[in-house]
């Protein structure tokens, strides 16, 4: 069995070809069963997180399995709060083929979902991206979005600015022009895209602050708990999921249907019908898109498939 370390999993899935990989993935369908999450209790919030199993597979291909563990506190020791790992399988003999780094899979794969549905959703001379959290999801968000959109100008907050200014630094030296957004209302008024990957469980955009227009990505919540939104971003603008699980777990789109403001039916697309051309996505220049993803094992498949077949 192949084990492919973090650096050369990162290498191995450059955005573009992530990006078509996961929309070819989307077109062509696999078999995801619902994630198993368990929650892991020791006794003190500060040390209790949540453990996931997320199983995919394409009969007579491959299959796939990622563990992660979600563990919020770990802020607070200086650490990822999330840790991942991937094995590839050969789904005719169920042989081990590859192990592969989990959080490089996650973090890219996650990003790269999100610049597939901004293809799709958000306007097409977009180029202020304000980014919303600092983790390992949101440090290649940029990437990501300049492989669909002109993306010139990157804001950055977080609700530690010492965490934001870190990832500033970062994004300059990779050529980009950011800066440090202090206020987040004043930022999300500048931005043509807001993409919040946070483990926010308190809305933190408001929907009084978007501007016709704007898309706004929310990739990070992914429990009932959990949110980034807060009720009026349901209001008036068009919402899109990356699955129909969206609208079992996540937090951001379970309260505003509970609170009478949104409904199911009012979804105009998963991001298979998008790519599939099923359903359109962005209709004007005016219309202000909501996309909202808890993730899905079918883009971890894509990515792992792309990572053991590439050689260059």
């Known amino acids: 069995m192949q ?11 450059p955005m573009p070809g992530l990006i078509e990989a996961l929309r070819s993935m989307f077109r062509e369908g696999c078999e995801v069963p619902l994630r198993h999450a368990h929650t892991i209790d ?6 209790s997180g949540t453990f996931l199993l997320m199983p995919a597979w ?7 399995l990622k563990t992660v563990s979600i563990y919020p506190g770990n802020r607070d020791r200086g650490l990822p709060g999330l840790h991942s790992t991937y094995m590839l399988f050969d789904a005719q003999t169920g042989v081990p083929l590859v192990m592969l780094d989990g959080d490089t899979i996650t973090s890219r794969r996650t990003a790269a979902a999100s610049a597939l549905a901004a293809h799709y959703l958000s306007r097409p001379d977009a180029s202020t991206l304000l980014l919303v959290g600092t983790g390992q999801v949101a440090a290649v968000i ?12 990157v804001l950055v907050w977080n609700i530690r600015d010492e965490s934001a200014k870190r990832l500033v630094a970062q994004l300059r030296l990779d050529g980009y022009d950011a800066e440090h957004a202090a206020d987040l209302e004043a930022a999300v008024a500048q931005a043509d895209i807001v993409s919040c990957a946070t483990l926010s469980t308190a809305p933190l955009i408001k929907g009084k602050w978007l501007r016709p227009g704007m898309h706004l990505d929310l990739i990070g919540g992914f429990k009932p708990t959990m949110r980034e939104s807060d009720d009026d971003c349901y209001v008036g603008t068009s919402v899109f999921v990356d699955t129909e699980e969206a609208l079992i777990k996540a937090g951001d789109l379970l309260e505003p249907i509970n609170a009478g403001v949104f409904r199911k039916e009012s979804v105009r697309a998963q991001m298979a019908e998008l790519c599939r051309g099923l359903r359109a996505g962005r209709q004007n220049a005016d219309e202000i898109t909501v996309f909202k993803a808890v993730g899905n094992a ?12 590439s050689d260059s």
Do not use: F, H, W
């Open 142 to 153: 940029p990437q990501a979005y300049s492989a669909v959109r002109p993306i010139r100008r």
């Open 298 to 309: 079918l883009e971890d498949l894509a990515a792992a498939c792309l990572a053991m077949e």
């Open 42 to 47: 020791n006794g003190d919030p500060a040390t």
């Open 58 to 64: 394409q009969p007579g291909k491959k299959l796939g």
């Open 3 to 13: 084990i492919i370390d973090k650096n050369e999993t990162s290498r191995r899935l």
